[in-house]
Structure formats: structure tokens, C-alpha cells
């Protein structure tokens, strides 16, 4: 449990709110029904916002509330201006907006400008006619190359009207929009200012690192291809775009902008964030959260190690270094639950293991990222067939790979079980109640099953829950700019059991150990370090003493302590 903390201290560095935060991802769809649609809504997350606020949530980022035909849950937007019709209208976005400001509470929205749905006016009126002024808002080609799509099948579909094809990264109702056209900019940067102007702090930008593209469109080779997702990141106008909506739109508001760099190698990450570059403030990188993600055949899972999983988390520290920052997370709408993932889900080993896992993300020199129901320990789904699934990547690869004989039935669903978007998508566990509390009418996922022991009504008033736990660092880390400022080190890459690292701040010193076995562990500390006091402990069986240079850690045990 908490100890007392001797220190509510200043820090060497210059404060900044989006740094100091703490970010709860809300998955809107699966949040919180109230009008027993099936589907999450606008109220639902308002009628929620005290439960974040008693959590000690600073921030929350929403997937898209845009109209949509959802083809891809809302990453097809149809109209930039308008409320999705499921989730409810511009007046309960407008009361979401009043209702956070009252709780000194900031909101971020996503921002799909990649690409739009095709059911968005610039896209009906580009494919009308090759002459069309909308034309060139989007990429028209009179013969396809070699590009693949993320979710399968060619990344080029031939439009019948005018007999050209059009291209489309993910699927093909979302055709990739133009940036090259200084038009299409200049109108989403007015959107963005619409939605600035109604009291948005934040946006997340939606695959930002593909907005420009390959000059011409040459074939790939058979390694690009191998590799597409890091060449779609190649586009020789990418920086001075980011560059330009700073200036133009960002640099007008005070407003923190996150951007989703998938594909994009970790030592190029800091070009985004680097301050001085002036770009975004922070940036979502993905190789920790797809570590086990076989590169060349992506649906496949393979084994991963601890050594592997705190190489990423040194590497992505030090390539932020002084002048970048990054986002941290270890699950999100487009991955695993982190318990299920990370930790271990069985029923004897589900809290320690979260908890564990909660330790490290809210420790790391990085803006923590909650995924809702994380601070629950909710678990991935237990899918039986490819008809549970509603997720487009998983079914768009089951057409690809699994009705053309490619790859076998069994071996594909067992590795969707733990690799598909739609387990962190279930509806959220509210309580123990028809649907688990999320909504009165036919929830448009499958509730997990485990609903009943996992959710929040079994775990707010509970001292030892896992959202208890997570309600408890939340605190440490709004007390302690070290956790958020200090230098990182890890103590030993090569652990292949206890992920160990110091955070420090001048003369503020402490160590954070996660035992990620379900085994107990002796572990000595390293470097000669020596504890002064416990700050915090998950799951200890034994008290530890003053100036102690070992630990007895109990399975999946992790802490916060002061060093001398």
C-alpha cells in the first residue's frame, strides 16, 4: 500500500500540463449507452465523468465523434462538423466540453485527416468526373501498382464511373485525401479550428506519419512491400506539412497535439516531437505494443521476452532525449488488453499482474495513457469463431489468407484471439448487472463474459482493487515530478524476470521493480543502490527494511521506493 510521501517537490524542469497529465482513452462506442441503443454515447461519458474524476483522471482523448457510415468504427468520417448520429448531437458535445471544464478536466479529440469516408462530399464529387474541381482532393491513377492495403487486398480500387482507381491505405471506403492540393489543407485546417474554437485541448492525430506520399507511386520491391507500413512513412513533404498546421493552426490555441506515428522506425520518431522542430508535442509509437506482432505475416503472434519488451521501452527514452516526449501505453482500441497481453489473465493472477503492469505505466518519463477498463484488469475476449469478430482487419485477412487455403482455419483464429482489435472494444464492465451495466438494449459488441467478478461497482470501494491500486499512482505521480521529470535508467537490460529502473531529479532518487513472473524472486539490487523507504508496493508479502539492498519480490510483486 501507499506510504507516506515525504516529498510533494518542485522539479528541475519547467512544468507543462500535457507532460504532468494523466490521459484516460475512451472508446466511446463501448463506454456507456443511455438510451439503450447498444451503442455508447456522448451522455454516457458524461454521466461517467465523476468516475474519472474520483480516478484522478486529468485528461481524456475520445476515438472519433464524427458522422460516419463506420465502416471502421468511425475512421471513415463522412462529415468533419457533426455528431455522430449513434453517439448523439452537437448539444451534448457542447455539455461534454462544459461539464470537463468544471471538473478542471481537458479534452482530446482524434483526428482522422489521412484519408475521409468515401461517403464524404469531396469524395462524391471527386469520383462524379475526372474534371470534377474535387478531383485532385484525393490520388487517381488510370492502373493500380503493387501497393497493399493495412487491412488486405490492394491498397487500389477501381472506381466505375470514370474508370480510374483511387488509392486507400486501410479500406476502401476510406480513400487516402490529397495534402499535396494546398485546398485540402487549408480546409481541414479550418475544421480543426471549428473544434478548437468550441473548447478542445488536445488532438490525436489519426496514422499522421502517411499524410505525404511517394511521388508517383513507384512499384514497390518485394522488401518494401515486406515492409509497406515503414515506406508509406517515407512521403518527402511530411515535416514541412506538421510543420505548417503548427504554425497555421496549433501555435494559435493552446492545445496539445499527440501524433499516431505507426510505422515510423524509433530512431525517426524524434523528428515529431523534438521542440525545437516545432511539430507535435508527443507521439504514439508502436513497437512495445506490437512486440509479438510477426513483421512480414502481421495477423500472427509470436513469442516475446522481457529483455525485448525494456529494449524498446530504453530505446524510445533515449531517442526522445532532452528535447522529445513521448506517449506512453501498453494497450489502446487497436490492441490487446494489457493484462491478457503483458501480464497474465488466469483468474489466480489477473490482479497482481495488472496491478504490476499499472506500476509501469504510470512510472515511465512519458504522458501515461489509461485505456479505459485497464484500471479495472479487464481481459481479452474468449472468441470461438470468425463470426464473433467484428473487427475489418481481422475479417479482410480471413478473406486474403483463410478462403483462398493460405493459411489454415485454426491457426489463424487462435492467433486472432489474442492479437484482434475487438478485445480491447467489448463493452465496459460497469457492474454486475444484464450487459454488465453498459446499456439497457443489445450492446452492438459481446459483453465479456467475465463481467461478474471484473467491474467498476466490485472495485471503486474496494482498498485493494486494481483501480484502487491505479487510483493510488495516479496520486504519486501528480505529487512527484520526478516520476514524471527524473531521468530514467534501467538497472538491467538483460533481466529476463525483474524489469528494475531508477527515476531521478536532482536529489530525489527511486526505484521502480517489477517482478514479471508468477514465481517469487530474490533479487539484490544493482549498483550498489540502497532503499531509504517503500513509496508504494503491489502485492508484497513482506515488509521492507530500512537501507534493504535486496528484495524478496512475490509473484508479479512490483513498487515505488525512495532511494538513500
Known amino acids: 500500500m501507499i506510504q507516506s510521501v515525504d516529498q510533494i517537490q518542485k522539479s528541475s524542469q519547467l512544468p507543462t500540463w500535457w507532460k504532468q497529465a494523466v490521459f484516460y482513452q475512451v472508446y466511446p462506442r463501448s463506454f456507456k449507452n443511455t438510451n439503450g441503443s447498444g451503442v455508447g454515447d456522448i451522455n454516457g461519458i458524461i454521466e461517467k465523468l465523476d468516475y474519472l474524476k474520483q480516478l484522478g483522471i486529468d485528461a481524456i482523448w475520445i476515438n472519433p465523434h464524427y458522422d460516419s457510415p463506420n465502416t471502421d468504427n468511425g475512421y471513415d468520417i463522412r462529415n468533419y462538423e457533426k455528431i455522430m448520429e449513434e453517439y448523439g448531437t452537437m448539444e451534448d458535445f457542447d455539455r461534454l466540453i462544459s461539464e470537463m471544464q468544471k471538473r478542471n478536466m481537458r479534452l482530446m479529440v482524434d483526428v482522422v485527416i489521412n484519408h475521409s469516408s468515401d461517403q464524404h462530399e469531396w469524395f462524391v464529387q471527386s469520383r462524379s468526373s475526372k474534371d470534377n474541381p474535387y478531383r485532385d482532393y484525393y490520388f487517381w491513377r488510370d492502373e493500380p501498382n503493387n501497393y497493399p492495403s493495412f487491412f488486405g487486398g490492394s491498397a487500389w480500387t477501381k472506381d ?33 479550428r471549428f473544434w478548437l474554437d468550441k473548447g478542445v485541448s488536445g488532438f490525436r492525430l489519426d496514422t499522421v506519419a502517411t499524410f505525404s506520399k511517394i511521388p508517383n507511386f513507384p512499384e514497390f520491391t518485394p522488401e518494401q512491400v515486406l515492409n509497406f507500413d515503414e515506406e508509406y512513412t517515407k512521403g518527402p513533404h511530411l515535416h514541412q506539412y506538421i510543420r505548417e498546421i503548427n504554425e497555421k493552426v ?39 505494443v506490437r512486440l509479438d506482432v510477426d513483421h512480414a505475416e502481421k495477423w500472427r503472434r509470436k513469442d516475446w521476452t522481457l529483455p525485448h519488451f525494456r529494449k524498446i521501452i530504453h530505446d524510445l527514452h533515449q531517442t526522445a532525449g532532452e528535447h522529445g516526449w513521448n506517449a506512453f501505453f501498453l494497450d489502446n482500441h487497436d490492441n490487446p488488453r494489457v493484462v491478457s497481453h503483458f501480464g497474465d489473465d488466469r483468474p489466480e493472477w489477473r490482479v497482481a499482474s495488472a496491478k504490476a503492469l499499472g506500476t509501469v505505466i504510470l512510472t515511465q518519463p512519458a504522458t501515461p495513457f489509461i485505456y479505459q477498463g485497464t484500471e479495472l484488469g479487464m481481459t481479452n475476449y474468449p472468441f470461438q469463431t470468425i463470426e464473433d469478430f467484428d473487427d475489418i482487419g481481422v475479417t479482410g485477412f480471413w478473406k486474403d489468407l483463410v478462403e483462398t487455403g493460405k493459411v489454415p482455419a485454426d491457426k ?43 467491474n467498476a461497482a466490485r472495485q471503486v470501494n474496494d482498498p485493494d482493487s486494481v483501480f484502487s491500486y491505479y487510483k493510488s499512482l495516479i496520486q504519486l505521480r501528480h505529487e512527484i515530478p520526478t516520476l514524471t521529470y527524473g531521468s530514467y535508467h534501467d538497472l538491467d537490460l538483460n533481466h529476463d524476470s525483474v524489469y528494475a529502473y531508477t527515476r531521478i531529479d536532482g536529489d530525489y532518487k527511486y526505484l521502480v521493480v517489477v517482478n514479471f513472473k508468477d514465481s517469487e524472486i530474490d533479487y539484490p539490487l544493482p549498483e550498489d543502490l540502497s532503499i531509504a523507504s517503500t513509496v508504494i508496493e503491489s502485492s508484497a508479502q513482506k515488509s521492507v527494511q530500512n537501507n534493504a539492498t535486496s528484495l524478496q519480490l512475490a509473484p508479479w510483486q512490483s513498487g515505488i521506493y525512495r532511494l538513500n
Open 160 to 192: 466505375d464511373t470514370t474508370g480510374q482507381y483511387y488509392l486507400h491505405y486501410f479500406a476502401k471506403e476510406q480513400p487516402d485525401l490529397n495534402w499535396d492540393n494546398p485546398k485540402v489543407r487549408e480546409d481541414l485546417y479550418n475544421m480543426l
Open 412 to 454: 489463424f483464429l487462435e492467433a486472432s484471439k489474442y492479437t484482434s482489435r475487438d478485445n480491447a472494444r467489448t463493452p465496459f464492465q460497469w457492474d454486475d448487472t444484464e450487459n454488465a451495466g453498459f446499456t439497457t438494449g443489445t450492446p452492438w459488441l459481446k459483453v465479456n463474459p467475465n463481467y461478474k467478478e471484473i
Open 250 to 288: 496549433f501555435s494559435e490555441y493552446d492545445v496539445v497535439t499527440a501524433g499516431e506515428i505507426f510505422g515510423v522506425p524509433t530512431e525517426e520518431s524524434i523528428k515529431f516531437t523534438d521542440h525545437r522542430r516545432k511539430e507535435l508535442n508527443m507521439a504514439f509509437t508502436f513497437d512495445l
